[in-house]
């Protein structure tokens, strides 16, 4: 690292998968973008220990990061509008459309665009060694992330515009009309039916026309895969979310799936 280089690491975690990014603002480019897929889905502690592994056998993190930021994504979270949010009462919050458990630890973010709290449960163990590993560094959700970039980037229109982003076992569906949040969920699939009643049931339940509403695709899909196959079957106007960065991306990617890296290309 040059005296003067100021680089950013971003890590993306999730019980399914891992995606890392360098950015270094002296000179605004993405040098590093990598995401792992498991073939299963781990517990919190196999998380850690694959992260360890990746973390110490890549020269690319030992260098100095000015900021680190830590994405949590997972299903524990849930949107308060800030005008009814009281912090004394996030466990009754999050209680009612999470399982959580008696010691989980359970924090906030401010999403501005929005003007709500996302009250969600990190994973400690992870945040625990990113402190050891690297000090201080920041936390979100990756709802928080999804929700304020794609709120920021959509011109408001009459028209509903339903995002998907998919991840090996989980969708998260974010459905924007005149500029504004309509609906944010996540739901756990195990097959591609499961997938496609998922994405059938939030048009059926908002009275969306699968004929003339689009779905922005971001995540863990390809044109040609079965869950892609599935969605164009059943819904016209299917497309991948295409988005001018600002920043010069180096790193060794196809650029046809940037789309692939929505979530942690818009943390920074």
């Not at 359970?106 to 449960?121: G, L, P």
């Not at 998922?198 to 969306?208: G, I, P, T």
């Not at 971001?218 to 600002?246: A, P, S």
């Amino acid at each position: 690292m040059k005296i003067n280089d100021i680089k950013e690491l971003s890590i993306q975690i999730n019980l399914n998968g891992l995606s890392f990014c360098i950015l270094d603002r002296t000179n605004n480019t993405v040098e590093f973008l990598k995401t792992i897929v498991f073939e299963k889905k781990l517990t919190p502690d196999q998380v850690l220990n694959r992260l360890k592994t990746e973390l110490g056998s890549n020269t690319a993190f030992s260098e100095d990061f000015s900021d680190v930021l830590v994405i949590h994504q997972n299903e524990l979270s849930t949107l308060v509008p800030d005008a009814l949010y009281d912090e004394k009462h996030k466990v009754d919050y999050l209680k009612f459309n999470s399982k959580i458990l008696r010691n989980d630890f359970i924090t906030e973010d401010i999403v501005a665009v929005n003007k709500s709290v996302n009250v969600y449960v990190p994973y400690v163990n992870i945040n625990n060694y990113i402190f050891e590993t690297f000090g201080a560094f920041v936390y979100k959700h990756a709802s928080s992330i999804l929700i304020g970039s794609i709120l920021a980037d959509t011109e408001a229109t009459d028209e509903s515009i339903v995002y998907l982003n998919v991840n090996k076992y989980t969708i998260e569906v974010t459905v924007v009309k005149n500029g504004e949040l309509q609906l944010f969920n996540v739901f756990e699939y195990h097959s591609n039916e499961d997938f496609i009643y998922y994405v059938l049931f939030v048009f059926e339940q908002l009275k969306l026309n699968v004929e003339t509403t689009p779905i922005e695709l971001i995540g863990n899909v390809v044109i040609g895969d079965e869950r892609f196959i599935m969605l164009y079957t059943y819904i016209r106007h299917v497309r991948f979310l295409d988005k001018d960065y600002d920043f010069v991306i180096t790193a060794e990617t196809d650029r046809r799936y940037l789309h692939q890296h929505y979530l942690i290309l818009n943390s920074f």
